[in-house]
Protein backbone atom coordinates (compact mmCIF):
# COMPACT_ATOMS: atom_id res chain seq x y z
CA UNK A 1 0.00 0.00 0.00
CA UNK A 2 1.30 3.64 -0.75
CA UNK A 3 1.93 5.91 2.29
CA UNK A 4 -0.55 8.53 2.87
CA UNK A 5 1.82 11.74 2.73
CA UNK A 6 -0.02 15.05 3.26
CA UNK A 7 2.19 17.69 2.27
CA UNK A 8 1.66 21.64 3.01
CA UNK A 9 2.81 24.05 -0.12
CA UNK A 10 3.50 27.24 2.16
CA UNK A 11 4.72 28.72 -1.38
CA UNK A 12 6.08 32.54 -0.54
CA UNK A 13 4.19 33.65 2.50
CA UNK A 14 4.94 33.54 5.91
CA UNK A 15 7.45 35.57 7.19
CA UNK A 16 10.47 33.67 9.45
CA UNK A 17 8.40 34.39 12.83
CA UNK A 18 4.93 33.13 11.30
CA UNK A 19 6.67 30.11 9.57
CA UNK A 20 8.14 29.30 12.84
CA UNK A 21 4.98 29.48 14.84
CA UNK A 22 3.29 27.76 12.25
CA UNK A 23 5.57 24.81 12.50
CA UNK A 24 5.25 24.90 16.36
CA UNK A 25 1.96 24.20 15.98
CA UNK A 26 1.75 21.83 13.17
CA UNK A 27 3.86 19.86 15.66
CA UNK A 28 2.03 20.26 18.35
CA UNK A 29 -1.08 18.73 16.59
CA UNK A 30 0.76 16.17 14.76
CA UNK A 31 0.24 13.67 17.06
CA UNK A 32 -3.38 13.58 16.31
CA UNK A 33 -3.12 13.01 12.36
CA UNK A 34 -4.37 9.29 11.60
CA UNK A 35 -2.07 6.63 11.83
CA UNK A 36 0.53 5.81 9.24
CA UNK A 37 -0.04 9.54 7.90
CA UNK A 38 3.11 11.60 6.93
CA UNK A 39 2.71 15.25 7.29
CA UNK A 40 5.22 17.44 5.94
CA UNK A 41 5.57 20.73 5.80
CA UNK A 42 7.54 23.23 2.90
CA UNK A 43 8.84 26.73 3.71
CA UNK A 44 10.48 29.13 1.72
CA UNK A 45 13.94 28.48 1.76
CA UNK A 46 15.16 30.97 4.09
CA UNK A 47 13.63 29.74 6.95
CA UNK A 48 14.11 25.72 5.96
CA UNK A 49 16.75 25.55 8.67
CA UNK A 50 14.75 27.58 11.45
CA UNK A 51 11.60 25.19 10.49
CA UNK A 52 13.94 22.04 10.88
CA UNK A 53 15.22 23.23 14.12
CA UNK A 54 10.99 23.63 15.30
CA UNK A 55 10.07 20.00 13.84
CA UNK A 56 13.24 18.25 15.03
CA UNK A 57 12.29 15.19 17.48
CA UNK A 58 8.47 15.34 15.69
CA UNK A 59 7.41 12.97 13.13
CA UNK A 60 7.09 15.74 10.65
CA UNK A 61 9.00 16.32 7.82
CA UNK A 62 10.64 18.98 6.10
CA UNK A 63 10.03 19.69 2.27
CA UNK A 64 11.54 22.33 -0.03
CA UNK A 65 9.45 24.06 -2.92
CA UNK A 66 12.13 23.76 -5.49
CA UNK A 67 15.47 23.24 -6.58
CA UNK A 68 18.36 24.08 -9.28
CA UNK A 69 19.85 20.38 -10.58
CA UNK A 70 23.55 21.35 -10.15
CA UNK A 71 26.03 21.31 -7.35
CA UNK A 72 27.06 24.54 -7.44
CA UNK A 73 28.07 27.45 -9.59
CA UNK A 74 27.34 30.53 -11.50
CA UNK A 75 23.51 30.16 -11.10
CA UNK A 76 22.88 32.66 -9.45
CA UNK A 77 19.82 32.91 -6.97
CA UNK A 78 19.31 29.51 -7.02
CA UNK A 79 20.12 26.64 -4.48
CA UNK A 80 20.96 23.17 -5.35
CA UNK A 81 19.69 19.80 -4.23
CA UNK A 82 22.93 19.33 -1.65
CA UNK A 83 22.34 22.59 -0.15
CA UNK A 84 19.19 21.07 0.71
CA UNK A 85 20.10 17.80 2.01
CA UNK A 86 22.45 19.36 4.41
CA UNK A 87 20.09 21.93 5.98
CA UNK A 88 17.78 18.13 6.57
CA UNK A 89 15.45 18.24 3.67
CA UNK A 90 13.85 14.73 3.16
CA UNK A 91 10.93 16.00 -0.05
CA UNK A 92 11.24 18.55 -2.44
CA UNK A 93 8.37 19.74 -4.69
CA UNK A 94 9.27 19.43 -8.40
CA UNK A 95 7.36 21.06 -11.42
CA UNK A 96 4.57 22.48 -9.36
CA UNK A 97 2.45 24.36 -12.10
CA UNK A 98 3.09 27.54 -10.92
CA UNK A 99 6.76 27.00 -12.05
CA UNK A 100 5.80 26.01 -15.03
CA UNK A 101 3.48 28.48 -15.74
CA UNK A 102 5.48 31.37 -14.44
CA UNK A 103 9.52 30.63 -14.75
CA UNK A 104 8.54 28.17 -17.95
CA UNK A 105 10.06 24.74 -16.76
CA UNK A 106 9.92 21.89 -19.55
CA UNK A 107 9.51 18.35 -18.63
CA UNK A 108 12.61 17.73 -19.78
CA UNK A 109 13.66 20.40 -17.06
CA UNK A 110 12.20 18.95 -14.53
CA UNK A 111 13.19 15.30 -15.14
CA UNK A 112 17.31 16.65 -14.63
CA UNK A 113 16.06 18.46 -10.96
CA UNK A 114 13.70 14.45 -10.28
CA UNK A 115 17.32 13.20 -10.87
CA UNK A 116 19.47 15.78 -9.24
CA UNK A 117 17.12 15.37 -6.17
CA UNK A 118 17.13 11.61 -5.77
CA UNK A 119 20.80 11.35 -6.30
CA UNK A 120 21.32 13.46 -3.40
CA UNK A 121 18.97 10.92 -1.15
CA UNK A 122 16.15 12.85 -0.99
CA UNK A 123 12.11 12.53 -2.61
CA UNK A 124 10.84 14.78 -5.25
CA UNK A 125 7.43 15.35 -5.61
CA UNK A 126 6.54 15.82 -8.62
CA UNK A 127 3.51 17.73 -9.95
CA UNK A 128 2.12 16.61 -12.54
CA UNK A 129 -1.79 18.42 -14.03
CA UNK A 130 -3.52 19.90 -16.66
CA UNK A 131 -5.19 23.25 -17.74
CA UNK A 132 -8.59 24.72 -17.89
CA UNK A 133 -8.57 24.69 -21.69
CA UNK A 134 -6.35 21.21 -21.66
CA UNK A 135 -9.89 19.43 -19.95
CA UNK A 136 -12.30 21.32 -21.59
CA UNK A 137 -10.23 20.45 -25.10
CA UNK A 138 -10.81 17.28 -23.82
CA UNK A 139 -6.25 16.11 -23.95
CA UNK A 140 -5.98 15.52 -19.87
CA UNK A 141 -5.28 12.05 -20.67
CA UNK A 142 -2.12 12.87 -23.72
CA UNK A 143 -0.74 16.38 -20.99
CA UNK A 144 -0.53 13.85 -18.08
CA UNK A 145 0.86 11.22 -19.81
CA UNK A 146 3.32 12.99 -21.34
CA UNK A 147 4.14 14.91 -18.02
CA UNK A 148 4.63 11.80 -16.17
CA UNK A 149 6.67 9.97 -19.31
CA UNK A 150 9.14 12.99 -19.83
CA UNK A 151 8.97 14.16 -16.05
CA UNK A 152 10.41 10.71 -15.20
CA UNK A 153 11.87 9.62 -18.09
CA UNK A 154 14.90 7.22 -17.09
CA UNK A 155 13.83 6.73 -13.30
CA UNK A 156 14.55 3.31 -12.03
CA UNK A 157 12.32 0.61 -10.47
CA UNK A 158 14.56 1.53 -6.71
CA UNK A 159 14.86 5.18 -7.37
CA UNK A 160 10.45 5.47 -7.92
CA UNK A 161 10.51 3.82 -4.18
CA UNK A 162 11.35 7.43 -3.33
CA UNK A 163 9.36 9.19 -5.78
CA UNK A 164 5.82 11.07 -5.01
CA UNK A 165 3.37 12.27 -7.55
CA UNK A 166 1.22 15.25 -6.88
CA UNK A 167 -1.39 15.41 -9.53
CA UNK A 168 -3.07 18.85 -9.36
CA UNK A 169 -5.61 20.14 -11.92
CA UNK A 170 -4.02 23.44 -12.78
CA UNK A 171 -7.51 24.77 -12.72
CA UNK A 172 -8.08 23.90 -9.05
CA UNK A 173 -5.12 25.18 -7.65
CA UNK A 174 -6.11 28.77 -5.36
CA UNK A 175 -9.45 28.58 -7.15
CA UNK A 176 -11.45 26.56 -4.72
CA UNK A 177 -12.84 24.43 -7.67
CA UNK A 178 -12.58 21.14 -6.94
CA UNK A 179 -12.02 18.24 -9.35
CA UNK A 180 -14.90 16.16 -8.03
CA UNK A 181 -13.72 13.17 -6.16
CA UNK A 182 -14.10 10.44 -9.71
CA UNK A 183 -12.06 12.72 -11.46
CA UNK A 184 -9.63 13.12 -9.93
CA UNK A 185 -9.30 9.26 -9.19
CA UNK A 186 -9.58 9.08 -13.06
CA UNK A 187 -6.41 10.72 -13.37
CA UNK A 188 -4.72 9.00 -10.46
CA UNK A 189 -5.66 5.41 -12.17
CA UNK A 190 -4.03 6.22 -15.60
CA UNK A 191 -1.00 7.81 -13.31
CA UNK A 192 -1.17 4.76 -11.71
CA UNK A 193 -1.03 2.67 -14.44
CA UNK A 194 1.79 4.72 -16.46
CA UNK A 195 4.18 4.35 -13.16
CA UNK A 196 3.51 0.22 -13.77
CA UNK A 197 4.61 0.52 -17.44
CA UNK A 198 7.39 2.64 -16.29
CA UNK A 199 8.92 0.50 -13.73
CA UNK A 200 6.70 -2.72 -12.84
CA UNK A 201 5.31 -3.70 -9.31
CA UNK A 202 7.37 -0.73 -7.81
CA UNK A 203 4.77 1.44 -10.02
CA UNK A 204 2.20 0.40 -7.10
CA UNK A 205 3.47 1.58 -4.13
CA UNK A 206 4.25 5.24 -5.40
CA UNK A 207 2.33 8.16 -3.63
CA UNK A 208 -0.53 9.62 -5.71
CA UNK A 209 -1.08 13.22 -4.06
CA UNK A 210 -4.15 14.95 -4.75
CA UNK A 211 -3.45 18.90 -5.34
CA UNK A 212 -6.16 21.81 -6.10
CA UNK A 213 -8.53 23.77 -2.85
CA UNK A 214 -8.35 20.16 -1.05
CA UNK A 215 -9.89 21.77 2.64
CA UNK A 216 -11.19 19.94 5.59
CA UNK A 217 -14.62 19.80 4.29
CA UNK A 218 -13.37 17.54 1.04
CA UNK A 219 -10.62 15.87 2.44
CA UNK A 220 -12.09 12.88 3.83
CA UNK A 221 -14.66 11.73 -0.34
CA UNK A 222 -11.15 12.40 -2.13
CA UNK A 223 -9.02 9.83 -0.06
CA UNK A 224 -11.33 7.44 0.04
CA UNK A 225 -10.63 6.93 -3.65
CA UNK A 226 -9.00 4.01 -4.54
CA UNK A 227 -6.16 5.71 -5.57
CA UNK A 228 -5.52 8.70 -4.17
CA UNK A 229 -3.23 8.42 -1.60
CA UNK A 230 -2.56 11.98 0.18
CA UNK A 231 -2.51 15.79 -0.77
CA UNK A 232 -0.80 18.71 -1.38
CA UNK A 233 -2.13 21.30 0.35
CA UNK A 234 -1.55 25.44 -0.66
CA UNK A 235 -4.02 27.66 1.07
CA UNK A 236 -5.65 24.73 3.76
CA UNK A 237 -1.64 24.59 5.06
CA UNK A 238 -1.30 27.89 6.46
CA UNK A 239 -3.80 27.11 9.44
CA UNK A 240 -2.16 24.37 11.93
CA UNK A 241 -5.99 23.01 12.53
CA UNK A 242 -7.02 22.90 8.81
CA UNK A 243 -3.93 20.79 7.72
CA UNK A 244 -4.43 18.68 10.42
CA UNK A 245 -8.18 18.33 10.03
CA UNK A 246 -7.29 16.64 6.21
CA UNK A 247 -4.19 14.71 8.16
CA UNK A 248 -6.58 12.90 10.24
CA UNK A 249 -9.30 12.65 7.30
CA UNK A 250 -8.23 9.50 6.12
C1 LIG B 1 -0.87 23.92 -4.54
O1 LIG B 1 -0.49 25.00 -4.94
O2 LIG B 1 -0.09 22.96 -4.57
C2 LIG B 1 -2.25 23.80 -4.08
C3 LIG B 1 -2.80 22.63 -4.09
O3 LIG B 1 -2.87 24.95 -3.66
P1 LIG B 1 -4.36 25.08 -3.05
O4 LIG B 1 -4.53 23.97 -2.05
O5 LIG B 1 -4.39 26.43 -2.43
O6 LIG B 1 -5.30 24.93 -4.21
Same mark, same amino acid.
Given at each position: ?????????????????????????? *??? $?????? #? +? /?? =?????????????????????????????PADSGA???? *??? $?????? #? +? /?? =???????????????????????????????????????????????????? =???????????????????????????????????????????????????? =???????????????????????????????????????????????????????
Open positions: MPKTIIAGNWKMNKNLAESVQLASEV *VKV $SGKASA #G +V /EL =VVCPVFTHLEAVKEVIKGSAVKLGAQNCYFTGE *VSG $SMLKAI #G +V /EY =VILGHSERRQYFHESNEFINKKVHHVLAHGMKPIYCVGELLEEREKGVTHQV =VTEQINAGLANVTADQMKNVVIAYEPVWAIGTGKVASPEQANEVHILIRNLL =VKLVGDAGKEVTIQYGGSMKPDNAKELLAQSEINGGLIGGAALKADDFLAIGSAK
